[in-house]
């Protein structure tokens, strides 16, 4: 795991490395110190040599400066190399997740995701701070303080060992006890960030049903969790601080009770003033220490569940793989299904498609209907290889879509989903994500040919019109001929519509139709529609049912011979003669 997060350390390996050696000069400053301190009361003060005292105060000057600068140094290094580290880190996660398949995305939340890309990245990042600094700073100065101290006087230096299993103890404790509880906080955080973002998505949902009060109480439950989580946890890190204080205390006391009896039966043999100055210099100095290590231990164990969640994202392979040497080109718009089977869960008793055969030639226009669930979506999606078949052969262009490069095998099969997205920008920039070299007047084209250059005109701005997160404002109609018209842009091989005209009335329906047929000919068109009036054209229409093809033909053909397909016409020209009247 740690060799896996160190991946992202990268350029900034100068900067981690620096700051451990700065923090190293600084620790040696800090402990020479004492030593001084104790030079300059018993052979400077006690024995009145005023040249000594303004020596060895020349050099404390010199001393304390050159460790305020290390330690500045250290400091700066090292936000640099944990600010990098975290950086890397992100972007790293980030372009794992644009590599994975939608099987991949299916396994993980976006709020999970988002999650991990802000807090737990946060943590990681405080962590690596922490060890590449205090994680040095601590242990070295324990070590070489308790040398020192036991080169002074050794009696009073056993005071530590004796203090040191009963904080170790209470370290332990903390550690076992708060790992298991910050990793269920993370995961109820991924809950939070989920009511939030569908909150936020649905917001004119959520007050045209007046259910503020409703979400609010989602809200205040997660909320709780987390708050009760960290309440508990936070309770035993707490236990910390009164655990080290008592330590420091007890361990002041016990120094000045032995050293002062010390001084007095040796006097000032065994042990001088300065020498005990300098122990309770010490004292502090490891104490300190051990604080500093109890605080390393409570945020590694805060982080480890942080760690553990993103190289979970770090090690996920994507489930779609591209073959060495893949076809680099799509030759026409042909597709071909022998006997395809597909389950989301990879479990045969789960299919959602079965033994699914289906040929359909290029430029061909094709309708697709049925219930919900009868696996329309999940048939087209397919075709760019958003999914890979369970069983089976699927062929684009005469070849398995699995021998192509998937960049190539996508920029020729141009999809319109059911959810249509429109990303913050004006509507130019959104119409050529279909493509970014686009001119105006072939963003104009296709948007004519998609019905939406005639409300586009209508917005004071026209195409620069600013388009806020999600397409908020513009209706779902104009939303969906907007994504029509990024499909059209890319000139794809195969066009599929996955019910995008829904939203518009039966008039612009029927001229985007017109439009398909007339400018892009040669392009196979898919539609999945719920109107019959939407694919009555089609060159053929497949009618779904529970996964599997119930029946083929055109309009006039499945009015004869297929009982679902008739039954669905039936009753939409029942609703349309109830709505003429």
């Excluded at 000057?61 to 250290?74: K, R, T, V």
């Excluded at 601080?241 to 010390?262: D, E």
């Excluded at 300065?274 to 104490?287: C, K, N, S």
């Amino acid at each position: 795991m740690i060799k896996k997060l160190l991946k992202s350390v990268r350029e900034y390996k100068t900067s981690s490395i620096l700051t451990p050696i700065f923090v190293i000069l600084e620790v040696i400053l800090e402990v020479a110190i004492p030593l001084l301190m104790a030079q300059l009361i018993d052979d400077g003060i006690y024995k009145g040599e005023m040249n000594v005292v303004y020596k060895i105060g020349v050099e404390l000057i010199l001393c304390a400066l050159l460790s305020l600068i290390f330690g500045a140094l250290s400091g700066i290094f090292a936000a640099k190399a944990s600010a990098g580290f975290a950086k890397n880190l992100r972007e790293d996660l980030y372009f794992k997740v644009q590599d994975f398949s939608f099987s991949n995305i299916d396994k993980f939340s976006t709020s999970s995701l988002i999650t991990r890309l802000t807090t737990d990245v946060t943590n990681i990042q405080m962590a690596y701070q922490m060890i590449i600094r205090i994680a040095v700073r601590a242990p070295l100065m324990l070590i070489i303080a308790l040398c020192f101290s036991f080169s002074i006087n050794v009696e009073l230096s056993l005071i530590f060992l004796i203090l040191a299993p009963i904080i170790g103890f209470g370290l332990f404790y903390i550690v076992i006890k708060v790992h298991p509880l910050m990793d269920k906080v993370f995961k109820k955080y991924d809950g939070l960030n989920n009511v939030v973002e569908e909150n936020v998505s649905g917001i004119r949902v959520v007050k045209s049903f007046v259910l503020e009060n409703e979400e609010i109480s989602k809200f205040k439950k997660v909320s709780n969790e987390i708050y009760k989580g960290f309440s508990k946890a936070e309770k035993i890190i707490a236990l910390n601080n009164p655990l080290m204080q008592f330590a420091i205390y007890v361990c002041i006391l016990l120094i000045s009770w032995f050293g002062a009896t010390i001084i007095v039966n040796s006097n000032m043999t065994a042990l001088t003033t300065g020498e005990l100055m300098t122990m309770f210099t010490y004292a502090i100095q490891i104490l300190s220490s051990l604080m500093m290590l109890s605080m390393i231990f409570v945020m590694i164990t805060i982080s480890m569940a942080s760690a553990d969640r993103i190289v979970e994202i770090l090690d996920e392979e994507p489930t779609i793989k591209i073959k060495d040497n893949p076809i680099p080109a799509v030759k026409d718009g042909s597709i071909e299904f022998k006997n395809v089977s597909f389950s989301y869960v990879n479990n045969k008793k789960k299919e959602c498609l079965k033994n699914i055969n289906l040929k359909i030639k290029s430029g061909e226009t094709v309708g697709i209907i049925g219930g919900t669930g009868a696996g329309k979506s999940s048939l087209v999606n397919l075709i760019p290889r958003l999914y890979d078949v369970t069983e089976g052969e699927l062929k684009v262009g005469g070849e398995n879509v699995k021998d192509y490069d998937l960049e190539a095998l996508r920029k020729e099969v141009a999809c319109v989903l059911q959810k249509n997205i429109l990303f913050t920008g004006t509507i130019s920039d959104n119409v050529r994500w279909g493509d970014e070299n686009a001119t105006n007047e072939e963003v104009r084209r296709v948007c004519e040919l998609a019905q939406a250059d005639e409300f586009i005109s209508r917005f004071p701005d026209g195409y620069d019109t600013y388009i806020e997160e999600g397409g908020t404002n513009v209706s779902g109609g104009q939303k969906q001929r907007l994504c029509i018209a990024r499909a059209l842009l890319r000139k794809p091989k195969i066009l599929i519509l996955d019910d995008s005209t829904s939203a518009v009335d039966t008039k612009t329906d029927s001229l985007i139709q017109k439009a398909f047929k007339e400018e892009i000919p040669n392009t196979t068109k898919i539609i999945i529609a719920q109107r019959i009036s939407s694919v009555e054209n089609c060159d053929k229409i497949i009618v779904m049912d529970k996964g599997k093809i119930n029946g083929i033909g055109t309009h006039q053909e499945l009015l004869k011979t297929n009982k679902i397909y008739k039954e669905v016409y039936t009753s939409q020209m029942k609703g349309s003669d109830t709505n003429e009247e």
